[in-house]
């Protein structure tokens, strides 16, 4: 292989979904980079591969970059995989991907698995067009403003969660985007795969009722439905107040959908 910075996707749970051209670029890159090293060296040894690797994380991506680059720039070929799918798709690797275009070295992707594409086929929603938007916010006043700016996306909304912040989500999806369908897919490729569908609170309901929640989750949200045109500037304020939306951010909201300015809206409500 000539010196480049080879993309490599490793399986996001079952080790089959790994490629033949995964393997061989593996086996031959003079280094790994990895996000975390032992979570890597497992997968290398499973398939018997014995090649030097370096960690690269978020906490030195800065300068490991500069390292790696080094190494790049005097011929050497690096690998750079995440703990599982895709490298870059919500894990560190951009600053050494525009560092290396910079310099001239050739970047190549070896694809192979991805939780957002896995998750978006068998989800059941309109797969014509998507958004990925990473990991929703941790505070819920910022999630919040965060899913009020996604409220006219026309398409398929995709995201990551944490286990232990799913609820929450859940219950925000549902106050603020009311009953669009939403899919949790948990656990992709693994044993304990699962695919939850419904509305945001019978979702939520599903996940209340276990002892606990566990494992990877890929969360999506479908197109809603158009606000009935029965309903008075008024009531679709109040409406959303009622959900816990503050009075402007509803008056916002409603100026959105109504294709009204913010002026008007509140006029109407006065």
Do not use: W
Request: hydrophobic fraction near 45%.
């Amino acid at each position: 292989m000539p010196a480049s910075l080879y993309l490599v996707a490793t399986p996001i749970g079952n080790l089959e979904d790994i490629t033949l051209r995964a393997l061989r670029v593996l086996k031959e890159a003079d280094v790994i980079a990895c996000e975390d090293t032992r979570q890597t060296g497992k997968l290398l040894s499973h398939f018997g591969i014995d090649k030097p690797t370096v960690s690269y994380h978020e906490h030195n991506e800065a300068a490991r970059t500069q390292e790696l680059l080094a190494r790049l720039e005097a011929g050497a070929q690096v690998a750079l995989v995440s703990d599982a799918g895709t490298p870059l798709i919500s894990d560190p690797g951009y600053r050494l991907v525009t560092a290396s275009i910079a310099a001239g070295i050739p970047v190549v992707p070896v694809p192979g698995a991805s939780a957002v594409l896995s998750a978006l086929a068998a989800a059941g929603l309109p797969t014509d067009a998507f958004r990925f938007s990473g990991f929703l916010p941790v505070k819920s006043t910022q999630r919040r403003k965060a899913l009020e700016s996604l409220r006219a996306e026309t398409c398929t909304l995709i995201f990551y969660e944490a286990p232990h912040r799913i609820l929450d989500t859940l219950s925000d999806i549902a106050a603020l985007l009311g009953d669009r369908p939403v899919v949790v897919a948990r656990e992709l490729t693994k044993f304990y795969e699962e695919f939850l569908r419904g509305t945001a609170a019978q979702v939520r309901d599903q996940l209340a009722a276990r002892h606990s929640v566990k494992g990877e989750i890929t969360l999506l949200i479908g197109k809603g439905a158009p606000l009935a045109a029965t309903t008075s500037v008024e009531e679709a304020v109040r409406e959303l107040e009622e959900k816990g939306i503050p009075r402007m951010d509803a008056i916002k909201q409603v100026a959105r959908d109504r294709g009204l300015s913010k002026r008007e809206v509140y006029k109407q409500i006065m």
